[in-house]
C-alpha cells in the first residue's frame, strides 16, 4: 500500500498527515511523561511542576507554530485563540480537582497517576464531543447561534454567580458506581482496583479503590467544564482540527499545571470575571458576524489575550498582600 496518498487523504477538513503529527506528539509527551519524567509514586514539587507546565506550553506554541506555517495565518490565530480560552478556563477545573483529592484523601504522591489517566480520559472524551459538534455545525447551520446564545448565558451567569461549593459525594454517578461496583474504604497503595474478600462468603473479589472513584470524578467534571470550552473554541473556528488540537494540548499541560497552582488558585479571583467577558466576547462574534461582518481572527486573539491578561493581573495586584503574608509566614 502505498502510504503518501493515503496520508493526503482529507479528514474533518485535514489531510491525514497533519492529524498523524498531531497524535505522534501527544503520544511522545504522554510516553515521556509516565515512562520517564514522572516514573513511580512520588509527590510533584512546585518547581518541577512549573518546568513541566512550561514545557508542555512551549510544544503547544511550536505546534502552533506548524498551524501557522502549514495552514495558515488564520488558523494559526485561531489556534492560539482557542488555546487561550481553554487554558484559562483550565483554571477553574484545577480548583474542582484539589477537592476532589481532598474529598477522597489523596495523597500527593497519587495525585500524579490520577491526572494521568483523567488526561489519557478527556482525549478520548473531547474527540467524541467535539466530533459530535462537528457534525451538527455541517448538518445544522443555526446551532451556531445556539452556541452563541449558550455562551452569551454562561458569560453573564458567570459574572454573577458566587463561588458555589461542590460537594462530591452527591454527584449522581459517583451514587451509581457505589451502588453498583464495590469501593474499598481505604486506598491500597496506587491501585484503582484490588482483590479483597467479600463479606458474606469470604470469596475473592474484585473492587474499586477511592482512587478509581476520584479519576470518574475528575472526568465528570471535565466533561461539565467542556460543555462551556467546546462550544467557546467553535464559536472561534468551525475546523475540527483547530478545535481538537487547541484544547488537547491546552488540557495536556493541566496537570502538570495543578501541582503548582493548585494551593494559589484563589489569588486568580479575578480571572473569572475576564472569562465571563471572554465568553460574552466569543458568543456575541456569532450574531456580529451575522448582522454586521466577520470578526477577524487578529482581533478575536488580542481581545482574548487583553482579557484574560487583565484578569490575571487584576487579581494578582488585588492579592499581593496574601503572597507578602505568604513569604513572611514561610
Known amino acids: 500500500m502505498n ?20 497524535f505522534v506528539i501527544i503520544v511522545a509527551l504522554l510516553a515521556f511523561d509516565l515512562g520517564f519524567a514522572n516514573k513511580g509514586d512520588h509527590e510533584i514539587g512546585i518547581r518541577r511542576s512549573l518546568v513541566f507546565s512550561a514545557l508542555y506550553i512551549a510544544v503547544a506554541l511550536l505546534f502552533g ?3 501557522w506555517h502549514d495552514l495558515g495565518a488564520t488558523a494559526g490565530m485561531d489556534y492560539l485563540t482557542g488555546f487561550l480560552v481553554e487554558k484559562s478556563l483550565a483554571l477553574d477545573n484545577i480548583f474542582v480537582i484539589s ?32 466530533g459530535v459538534g462537528a457534525a451538527l455545525i455541517s448538518n445544522v447551520s443555526w446551532i451556531l447561534y445556539v ?17 458555589e461549593p461542590v460537594d462530591i459525594e452527591k454527584n449522581p454517578v459517583i451514587r451509581f458506581v457505589r451502588r453498583f461496583i464495590p ?3 481505604k486506598l ?12 458474606r462468603d469470604g470469596k475473592l473479589a474484585l473492587v474499586a479503590t477511592p482512587l478509581f472513584l476520584a479519576l470518574v470524578s475528575i472526568e465528570i467534571a471535565d466533561i461539565v467544564f467542556a460543555v462551556d470550552s467546546v462550544p467557546a473554541v467553535f464559536a472561534i473556528t468551525t475546523d475540527p482540527y483547530i478545535v481538537y488540537t487547541s ?22 479571583h479575578y480571572l473569572k470575571y475576564a472569562l465571563a467577558l471572554v465568553l460574552i466576547a466569543v458568543g456575541g462574534k456569532i450574531f456580529w458576524a451575522h448582522l454586521v461582518g466577520p470578526v477577524s481572527s487578529a482581533v478575536s486573539l ?21 503572597a507578602k503574608n505568604a513569604v513572611q509566614r514561610g
Open 302 to 322: 488580542s481581545l482574548t489575550l487583553g482579557l484574560l491578561a487583565g484578569g490575571v493581573i487584576l487579581s494578582l495586584w488585588k492579592t499581593r498582600g496574601e
Open 247 to 268: 484544547n488537547i494540548f491546552a488540557i495536556l499541560g493541566l496537570r502538570a499545571l495543578y501541582f503548582a497552582l493548585a494551593a494559589a488558585v484563589h489569588r486568580f
Open 65 to 67: 507554530a506548524w498551524v
Open 188 to 199: 491500597h497503595g496506587h491501585n484503582f482496583f484490588v482483590r479483597e474478600a467479600r463479606p
Open 3 to 22: 502510504l503518501v496518498p493515503f496520508l493526503a487523504t482529507d479528514f474533518l477538513g485535514q489531510p491525514l498527515t497533519a492529524w498523524a503529527i498531531f
Open 147 to 163: 452556541f452563541g446564545a449558550f455562551l452569551l448565558f454562561t458569560g453573564v451567569k458567570m459574572l454573577f454567580a458566587g463561588d
Open 99 to 130: 477537592l476532589i483529592f481532598a474529598a477522597f484523601a489523596i495523597p500527593r504522591a497519587y495525585q500524579h497517576r490520577v491526572l494521568f489517566w483523567g488526561i489519557v480520559g478527556v482525549v478520548v472524551l473531547r474527540a467524541i464531543m467535539i
Open 183 to 185: 469501593v474499598t474504604a
